[in-house]
């Protein structure tokens, strides 16, 4: 099946150290996205690859930084965790269509749990 | 600015009852509207969405959702609740750029009594 994923599922660093996130698809989707989410609130855009263009929201730390080598991969690393970086990453996908893509489903991962030392 | 707002943090339900979880937008022009639910330590999963047309959208798990553009509301349904159904339920409208961005309500949390 087509679908999100994301690796590894539960990531513990320890305070200051650099850590990257995973996540690869199979759906052929042109852009990716990354979010953060905290206990029970709602997923908070990071940033997202509309193809290789890459766009930061506003209140995105520095200390935030996103890779993606293909199609298929796409990458978030954190350079010096913080422990209120400690949250749930989820990645997910869509359809970019190139007029509009805003009435495509996004597609999520599992997502993955940092805990920070 | 574009908003959702879920006004139900928290709802208890019992297995076998009805179930609305509500839903309202701020959003100038036709939204794109979407329901996810999440179960816990997973990601999102899709309901159902609703761009045009029958205002009354069926999604998958038995959940149904009914745009008032008059209310502007995007309230989820479903008849018969199941203990299964007990998760976190996001509501999300797209529609604000043309890169699929999405604004999220801060959830539901859905519990199921026996």
């Known amino acids: 099946d087509a679908m999100v994923i994301q690796n590894p599922r539960y990531q513990v660093t320890q305070f200051g150290k650099p850590v990257t996130l995973s996540c690869s698809q199979t759906?052929?989707?042109?852009?990716m996205y990354w979010y953060q989410q905290k206990s029970s609130q709602a997923p908070k855009l990071l940033f997202h690859y509309y193809d290789k263009d890459f766009n930061n929201e506003a209140d995105t730390p520095d200390n935030f930084q996103s890779r993606r080598p293909n199609t298929s991969f796409c990458f978030l690393d954190i350079r010096s965790p913080g422990l209120g970086d400690a949250a749930m990453y989820l990645c997910?996908?869509?359809?970019?269509?190139?007029?509009?893509?805003?009435?495509?489903?996004?597609?999520f991962g599992d997502g993955t749990r940092l805990s920070i030392l | 600015a574009q908003s959702v707002t879920q006004p139900d943090i928290h709802i208890t339900v019992s297995e076998g009852a009805s179930l609305e979880l509500r839903c309202n937008y701020s959003?100038?022009?036709?939204?794109?509207l979407f329901w996810y639910v999440q179960s816990p330590g997973q990601g999102l999963q899709l309901l159902l969405k609703?761009?045009?047309?029958?205002?009354l959208v069926q999604g998958i798990k038995g959940f149904e959702a009914e745009f008032k553009r008059s209310q502007s509301s995007f309230n989820l349904r479903k008849p018969s609740v199941h203990w299964s159904d007990a998760a976190e339920y996001f509501c999300a409208v797209g529609g604000t750029s043309n890169t699929g961005k999405l604004i999220f309500g801060q959830g539901t949390t859905l519990q199921v009594k026996p």
């Open positions: 959003y100038g022009a036709t939204p794109y």
């Open positions: 759906l052929n989707h042109n852009v």
């Open positions: 997910a996908t869509s359809r970019g269509t190139g007029f509009s893509s805003s009435n495509q489903p996004q597609h």
């Open positions: 609703y761009f045009s047309g029958d205002t």
